[in-house]
């Protein structure tokens, strides 16, 4: 069995489901090593009790602590499709492929990257172990089969302007060059300009002309959805959720939608997926690419722990169809999930027993009701929607540096006015009067006009040293959020 097989039916059978992340370009050597040693130590964290059981072993066993995500490491060196000729592309073929060879071999990790040419897939083919379709090549003929006759494992990112069963025909064609391992991506639709949005319905009737499907969530949504039919021999399906939902950015790079991530992410889980695929950045605000549509680092393990809690305990959802004409969960189903945005929303499902036995659909529908760990519910709690801000952990540090001696001045500053109200004539000079009116009357005229004397007594110092005094505390307090973020991982 060649590698790319054997890589193809790992991937297939990854328990709870396998990973395929990293930055959406080459940004350097340094940049994308450091990226590839924090997305490897993350996915080896969490471990899949469901292979090991099939051995009877327990939990607790030795050699559960051994089995961890399978990584896929992605990144591109040439976006060729860019929006505006000013975007940043990367370092080109040649470089990019020799910095993509380093972290394979440095991290004993495989490697997916995208081709636009037939003239690219041959280099390619010697370093990447996935050589992925741009969405915009998908029905190029000659590009697939170039990339094909690699030996490869091919993803082909369904276009935005396609029906699901056009997929069918460019799965087709890299079968009929001598190629069985595909894998579809199912990007979305186009639904007004620069808005793509996945259809769902396309997974029921691309399931229904036996064909793979790969669905993009949203634009900021990368969801690889793979669905496997073990009653025939079809591919991969792919769902990418970082570009169903695309909203127009507007400039020189398109836009997105991050904090929709975990929904999607949960949703997909739900279904039952091989892997999550998901464009991820240690500083998505300063990325040269597509910033909106990558998921930060920081919060990656956050997340991956949601859907691995969801994973286990759905236990592989299946679907299939009953002679009852109800369609029912039978054989298994395979998802392979791209995400970079989502919706926001609770996802549960029954505690009933989840196997191999069909049920039907409406009885399941009905029985989503336990609740799932809401860690990642950033658009619920406006404090967790902070936390998704772009604020990474070097600025947070800067930020407590700079605001905590501030914010503790003015409320000093404010306490002397308080003072001063009360014993209007202190013997200490204009001098020290003029230092603590100076930066402080400013904010109290307006104040003024909104919050009246009491008893003849002017509060609006102490209302702006009482709103100084809470600021302090939630944001540079010893639990407060920036000191909370300074705390992530860079």
């Known amino acids: 069995m060649d590698s790319s097989t054997a890589l193809f039916d790992q991937l297939k059978v990854a328990e709870p489901f396998f990973l395929l992340a990293g930055p959406n370009v080459i940004e350097s050597e340094e940049h994308i090593l450091r990226m590839a040693n ?51 592309r990367g370092p080109g073929m040649s470089e990019g492929l020799k910095i993509l060879e380093k972290v394979k071999i440095a991290y004993d990790i495989p490697i997916v990257t995208d081709v636009h040419e037939t003239i690219q897939c041959e280099p390619v083919g010697k ?31 369904k276009g935005q302007f396609c ?12 079968r009929l060059a001598g190629n069985p391992n595909v894998m579809v991506c199912e990007r979305g639709t186009m639904f007004g300009y620069g808005d793509l949005i996945v259809d769902p319905r396309n997974l029921e009737w691309i399931r229904e002309a036996n064909c793979p499907v790969i669905v993009l969530l949203g634009s900021s949504t990368d969801v690889l959805l793979v669905f496997q039919f073990t009653c025939y021999n079809v591919e991969d399906l792919i769902t990418d959720s970082s570009v169903s939902k695309q909203l127009d950015g507007g400039g020189v790079a398109s836009g997105g939608l991050r904090e929709l991530i975990p929904c999607i992410a949960r949703t997909a ?49 299946t679907r299939g169809h009953s002679s009852q004409g109800h369609q029912v969960l039978s054989s298994r189903t395979c998802c392979f999930i791209r995400v970079a945005a989502s919706l926001n929303g609770d996802l549960a499902m029954s505690h009933g027993d989840i196997s191999g036995e069909p049920f039907s659909i409406p009885e399941a529908v009905g029985n989503i009701n336990v609740g799932i760990p809401k860690t990642s519910e950033a658009t619920s709690n ?13 600025a947070a540090k800067s930020a407590v540096g700079i605001l905590g001696p501030f914010l503790s001045a003015f409320s000093f500053l404010f306490i002397l006015r308080i003072v001063m109200s ?69």
């Open 127 to 157: 370093v990447a172990d996935i050589i992925q379709i741009p969405a915009f090549l998908c029905r190029q003929t000659d590009l697939l089969v170039a990339a094909a006759k690699t030996g490869k494992i091919i993803n082909i990112k």
């Open 269 to 317: 889980v739900a279904v039952g997926v091989d892997g999550i695929f998901m464009e991820v950045h240690d500083d998505p605000l300063n990325a040269p690419v597509d910033g909106p549509t990558q998921w930060p680092l920081r919060h990656l393990e956050e997340l991956l722990e949601e859907l691995v809690a969801i994973a286990e305990r759905l236990n592989c959802p």
């Open 38 to 88: 924090h997305l490897k130590t993350i996915s080896t964290k969490y471990v899949s009790y469901a292979s090991v059981n099939a051995f009877n072993f327990e939990k607790n066993d030795v050699f559960v602590a051994r089995v961890g995500l399978p990584l896929v490491f992605k990144s591109s060196f040439d976006k060729a499709n860019r929006t505006s000729s000013k975007s940043f």
């Open 422 to 490: 009360w014993y209007p004539k202190l013997p200490v000079g204009k001098f020290p009067y003029v230092l603590v009116y100076a930066p402080t009357e400013p904010l109290l005229i307006p104040t003024r006009k909104l919050i009246p004397p009491l008893g003849g007594v002017d509060v609006t110092p102490v209302v702006w040293f009482g709103l100084l005094s809470f600021l302090n505390e939630i944001l540079v307090g010893p639990q407060g959020l920036l000191v909370l973020l300074s705390q992530q991982i860079s």
């Open 163 to 174: 029906a699901p069963s056009v997929m069918s025909n460019s799965a087709e064609k890299v």
């Open 382 to 394: 406006l404090i967790q929607r902070l936390m998704l801000a772009d604020l990474d952990p070097a």
